[in-house]
């Protein structure tokens, strides 16, 4: 039902409006009445009626300055404008703000009606037409869709000289590969919105192409799933990218994965960096809360406290050994970068002595 308010420094006139027009039988609803133009704005702002009949004349903000400001804030508010005689030139200013409906006081009741009648109709029909038009794109997002999720599995499948549809051509996207079959519902999609580029199903896996700058919030919906998320390329390319992916996260089998982990940790022990989230998204590629969990699984132990023991192993090994190496040597080498002192508080952690009290003990000489 469509909102009407009045707005007319006569109180008869407003009053008078009020009861004499059957609102209800029009279609509308009569959902305010004002006697000034400052009252009148307000009550636009706080009610957001569809339709004003405004007199032109009122104390503090007249009609004319009222339809401006209301034109600048919602266009779509229908204004009939009531005048009094040689009021003409209002008339003009008014129809500049698109306002069509001018009635000349005084006017009767089926004016009024009649005037009220065409903007319903007009507002009907602009209804209708958004109406239309939000079924024709949400039925065109489906044939989008549709085709886009079809174009992602002939890639995946290895289909050759495939014609991406037109709004995909260059797109760049990461995949995210899922192992097992997972319901993509409305929820998800939802959750990643337009992000979402594409899914399909292939084999153990399914697949979702994605914005590229998404790929953490798409892996954060399948946080406790089996996972890796390729590099950056383009949609048409999906599936060197798939395969490229499935064999770096060997297969996404989790023995193979952490044999990856062990190997990163020796090849980065002196990267400050070197930590769970890190090994996960920039080098393997994969969710970190499902790489901890399939590190402790299969190792028995935090990914985290595994860096700190082979750091140390490390540090005491350089300590018996390398007799003349600075600790802040030694730290820097196993990642504790210009930190020397945070080192030697994890080392006595570790072993119960400091860097150098270890050394006296092994017998070698204090350096650094």
Known sequence: MYKVLLADDERIIL???????????????????????????????????????????????????????????????????????????????????????????????????????????????????????????????????????QYLEGLIAGVAQLSPPPSLAGKKVRLLIVKGEQSIDSAVREALGSALTAVCSSGDWTVLAVEENAAEKAADVFTDYQMAISQTGELRHAGQLFRDTVEASGDLHGSAVISKMIRLVADELANPNLSLKWAAKDMLFMNPDYLGKLFKQETGEKFSQYVTRVRLEHAMKQLKIRRDASVSDIAEEIGFGDNPKYFSLVFKKYTGLTPSEFRRKQGGASAG
């Open 15 to 149: 009053e008078g409006m009020a009861e004499i027009i059957e609102w209800e039988a029009l279609g509308v609803s009569l959902i305010g009445k004002a006697q000034n133009g400052n009252e009148a704005y307000d009550k636009i702002l706080n009610n957001q009626p569809h339709i004003v009949i405004t007199d032109v004349k009122m104390p503090g903000m007249d009609g004319l300055e009222l339809i401006k400001k209301v034109s600048a804030a919602n266009p779509s508010v229908q204004f009939i404008v009531l005048s009094g005689f040689g009021e003409f030139e209002y008339a003009k200013e008014a129809m500049k703000y698109g306002v069509k409906h001018y009635l000349l006081k005084p006017c009767n009741e089926q004016q009024i009606i009649s005037s009220l009648e065409e903007i319903i109709a007009e507002l009907k029909q602009h209804d209708m037409r958004q109406k239309r038009t939000a079924h024709l794109k949400h039925e065109l997002d489906h044939i989008r869709s549709f085709a886009a999720d």
